[in-house]
């Protein structure tokens, strides 16, 4: 019988291609995204926290200048019992970014809190609650019952401008849902040209803040 000589493989090279498969694994399962760190922070709007702006006029308006994160002021306008929310370097560049035009039609109102929504450390949209006003479901003394929304915000670099509204009597993980809306959508989101997403369940608040 002839003998079968086996060559002797060195054992570095039967490691190899184990730890280099291990390793292209170990890549594929590290993403971008998860290489990031999403935080949340808080400040107030509340008038003893904030500077006012000039007097209140007939419709009772009104500006509050409130300090916020990264060297970013909070504008919150009243005009007619409706407010707007909008973010800037200084109260002037707050004033021209589209959020300081966007309105509800109905009566509405902020709550004090704002939530910064941050990745490694440096803001990139906030959160803030809302109160509508619905005019068409009063309550037994016939005054209008406020339905709570949330709303996310984009900050700059780039436009400041809404990014998604969730009902917040329609969805109990309302804030869950908007800090997924805020980390997934606000940085690439185009002012003017996307459209604000609905997310979650629809509830009263958002059909009247916004159209179907």
């Known amino acids: ?10 054992h570095r090279q039967l490691v190899a291609p184990a730890a280099t498969a291990l390793f292209a694994a170990a890549i594929c399962l590290i ?7 999403f ?3 808080y400040t107030s709007t509340a008038p003893k926290d904030c500077r006012t702006i000039g007097k209140p006029g007939e ?8 300090p916020g994160k990264a060297e970013l002021v909070v504008v919150v306008s009243e005009d007619d019992l409706r407010q707007t929310v909008s973010v800037g370097p200084s ?19 902020t709550a004090n809190t704002v939530e910064w929504r941050a990745v490694d450390g440096k803001p990139f949209a906030i959160i803030q609650r809302w109160m509508i006003s619905d ?9 209008p019952v406020s339905k709570p929304m949330l709303a996310v915000t984009r900050l700059p670099p780039g436009p400041v401008c809404h990014v998604a509204y969730i009902d917040g009597q329609a969805n109990r993980n309302a804030n869950e849902l908007a800090r997924q809306a805020a980390d997934e959508f606000a940085r690439d989101f185009k002012c003017g040209k996307d459209e604000v997403k609905v997310i979650g369940e629809r509830g009263r608040a958002v059909d009247m803040a916004k159209p179907r």
């Open 1 to 10: 019988m002839r003998d079968v000589q086996m060559k002797r493989v060195p």
């Open 31 to 37: 993403s971008p995204a998860g290489a990031q760190t």
């Open 39 to 41: 935080s949340s922070s």
């Open 59 to 66: 419709n009772g308006s009104v500006a509050q200048v409130c």
């Open 91 to 109: 109260r002037a560049a707050a004033a021209k970014e589209p959020a300081a035009e966007t309105w509800f039609a109905p009566f509405n109102s």
């Open 135 to 143: 005019s068409e479901q009063p309550d037994k003394t016939g005054t």
